[in-house]
């Protein structure tokens, strides 16, 4: 699936702030309304609504308007996208950890033979 790279900027900038990655799991749990979602913030409405509509750009979450309520709910496809965006390079990641196991394992081994045999040896001096 290709992903716009405009849209994956604005996800990524959107899940960027805490309060908003806070705004996304309280929606997690299902729709909110906003009064009451803004109640969950130690912030002002007006703040929390800058928040929402960062949010919105993004397409992360989705506002219904009925009457003067405003309900909203996550929308999730915005963050399949940026994961599996993400996913590209996980193969990547897993050979450079997969080498660097391989190398600790082979200098775990060489100080294992490099060790003294006598322990004894080591501790007995002293200097004086």
């Known amino acids: 699936m290709a992903v716009n790279e405009h849209s994956l900027d604005r996800v990524y900038a959107a899940i960027s702030d805490p309060t908003r990655r ?14 009451a979602l803004a109640e969950r913030f130690p912030m002002s409405l ?12 993004a397409g992360l979450v989705e506002r219904t308007v009925r009457g ?9 496809a915005p963050l399949r996208q940026a994961a599996d965006w993400l996913q590209h390079y996980q ?10 196991e391989e190398l600790l394992i082979a200098d775990r081994g060489a100080a294992a033979t490099a060790a ?4 004894r040896a080591v501790r007995g001096r002293r200097r004086r």
Request: charged share 35%; aromatic share 4%.
């Open 22 to 35: 806070g705004i996304l799991a309280e929606l997690r749990k299902g729709e909110a309304n906003v009064c």
């Open 46 to 57: 007006n703040g929390v609504s800058k928040h929402l509509k960062v949010l919105e750009r």
């Open 68 to 76: 003067r309520e405003h309900r909203l709910r996550l929308r999730a």
């Open 91 to 100: 193969a990547f990641w897993e050979a450079r950890l997969d080498a660097l």
């Open 116 to 119: 003294p045999k006598h322990p």
